[in-house]
T-cell receptor
Framework: AQTVTQSQPEMSVQEAETVTLSCTYDTSESDYYLFWYKQPPSRQMILVIRQEAYKQQNATENRFSVNFQKAAKSFSLKISDSQLGDAAMYFCAYRFQGAQKLVFGQGTRLTINP | DAGVIQSPRHEVTEMGQEVTLRCKPISGHNSLFWYRQTMMRGLELLIYFNNNVPIDDSGMPEDRFSAKMPNASFSTLKIQPSEPRDSAVYFC????????????FGPGTRLLVL
């Protein structure tokens, strides 16, 4: 069974600094998608970034980028120039090509210190 | 474009009462998902529909839970009778199956059963 592990329950960073959130996953599939979702205190689940496993290039969305290491089954999220509004729970999620179910990690709570 | 719409946003009820949660997916999306989020169990997929047809309801905790999707723009999740352990945040998400299947979440319904 596919599993997603986020080994950092909590992280904190100074405003304007860079932080990296870790995610590893276990799968025997070769075609799949990986996602990072953000859940601020409002509890809305917001898509931050997604990565197709067949693409070697790491996805980037403004200040958010990923380091996708397929062989290592690692999918970390880097947030540059951290802002107070980035404070949230961040969930890593996996879905393989032939399925619709998302498998979520346990989440990492990110705190931004002013 | 309007995102996924859920109602009510908050619901407080007494044990034994019937609870109905509602969801309107993003127009054009053909898959709809119901999730439950608790501190103990994280995010759990309860059921999902493709083209209004229930595909996998293996996550529905017990017979007290039921879900329907009478048309492409509306779905309900019903709990009857409700119990305190059903207290959670319930999310609806939708996606367009056939492309990358990225799921977009609604704001959630926070349910408290007293």
């Amino acid at each position: 069974a596919q599993t997603v592990t986020q080994s950092q329950p909590e992280m904190s960073v100074q405003e304007a600094e860079t932080v990296t959130l870790s995610c590893t996953y276990d799968t025997s599939e070769s075609d799949y998608y990986l996602f990072w979702y953000k859940q601020p205190p409002s509890r809305q689940m917001i898509l931050v970034i997604r990565q197709e496993a067949y693409k070697q290039q790491n996805a980037t969305e403004n200040r958010f980028s990923v380091n996708f290491q397929k062989a290592a089954k690692s999918f970390s999220l880097k947030i540059s120039d951290s802002q107070l509004g980035d404070a949230a729970m961040y969930f890593c999620a996996y879905r393989f090509q032939g399925a619709q179910k998302l498998v979520f990690g346990q989440g990492t709570r990110l705190t931004i210190n002013p | 474009d309007a995102g996924v719409i859920q109602s009510p946003r908050h619901e407080v009820t007494e044990m034994g009462q019937e609870v109905t949660l509602r969801c309107k997916p993003i127009s054009g999306h053909n898959s709809l998902f119901w999730y439950r989020q608790t501190m103990m169990r994280g995010l759990e997929l309860l059921i999902y529909f493709n083209n209004n047809v229930p595909i996998d309801d293996s996550g529905m905790p017990e017979d007290r839970f039921s879900a329907k999707m009478p048309n492409a723009s509306f779905s309900t999740l019903k709990i009857q009778p409700s119990e305190p352990r059903d207290s959670a945040v319930y999310f609806c998400a939708s996606s367009f199956r056939g492309w990358d299947g990225t799921q977009y979440f609604g704001p959630g319904t926070r349910l408290l059963v007293l």
